[in-house]
């Protein structure tokens, strides 16, 4: 089953952060929409210290699995939050390498053995004219290439530039690489959203809804 635990930050579509715990039905969230993609002007969010980008019409004609970061962003409505117990978990730890951009302190997500998290590429990756880019990974996968693993690169939102108005560059996603994963034995409270986009960013990093 995806789930996050209760103490996981999801960010909302205004940029601010909200405790997974304590998100409401009605919540707006900052996410994508990879179903019936539509191309067209972009939307700003006035919100501290995000910039203001000039409205330009996309021209591209598609959602772009394989660069996150060029993708419209969407404003996800929460229909449901679940709760549930667990006997134990995973702590995923992202950390800087050679290929981001930006600076960033090392960032920790919990989750379930299920649970999809978005990656850019597997560890080794040369990025050229057949670049891998990979899609989402779980722990539990039973192909080596959807497999979650240390080494393998995924995304972490520049929250500052997003969500963006122009299709492509400025990239509003930057790459960490999963550091350690870490099986931790110990009963917790997980929880799970029902929403209308098909990504969700937590703790600054990006999950699948499936």
């Known amino acids: 089953m995806i789930g996050y635990k209760q103490d996981t ?5 205004d940029l601010s952060h909200k405790q997974i715990s ?14 019936n993609y539509q191309v067209g002007e972009f939307e700003t969010v ?11 019409e996309a021209t591209a004609t598609g959602f772009d699995n394989s660069h996150m970061g060029s993708n419209k962003n969407y404003k996800s409505t929460v229909s449901e939050i679940t709760s549930f117990d667990v006997e134990y978990y995973y702590e995923i730890t992202f950390t800087q390498c050679e ?3 930006g600076m960033f302190d090392d960032l920790v997500v919990n989750i379930t053995k299920d649970t999809p998290i978005e990656m850019s590429h597997k ?3 040369e990025c050229g004219a057949n670049c891998p880019h990979i899609g989402y ?3 539990d996968s039973k192909d080596e290439e959807g497999k979650l693993e240390v080494g393998d690169l995924g995304y972490v ?3 500052d530039e997003q969500p963006k108005t122009i299709h492509g560059f400025p990239d509003s996603l930057d790459e960490l690489e999963i550091k350690s994963i870490n099986r931790i034995d110990k009963k917790s409270t997980f929880y799970n959203v ?4 098909t990504h969700l960013f937590v703790n600054n990093t990006l999950s699948r809804n499936a």
């Open 9 to 13: 930050l999801v960010t909302l579509w």
């Open 22 to 35: 304590d998100l409401e039905v009605g919540d707006k969230l900052l996410s994508y929409q990879t179903d």
């Open 46 to 56: 006035p919100a501290p210290g995000a910039i203001e980008y000039i409205k330009i």
């Open 99 to 101: 290929h981001t951009m």
């Open 123 to 125: 560890k080794g990756f």
């Open 137 to 139: 990974e779980v722990i």
């Open 157 to 159: 939102s520049e929250e």
């Open 194 to 197: 029902v929403h209308d986009g």
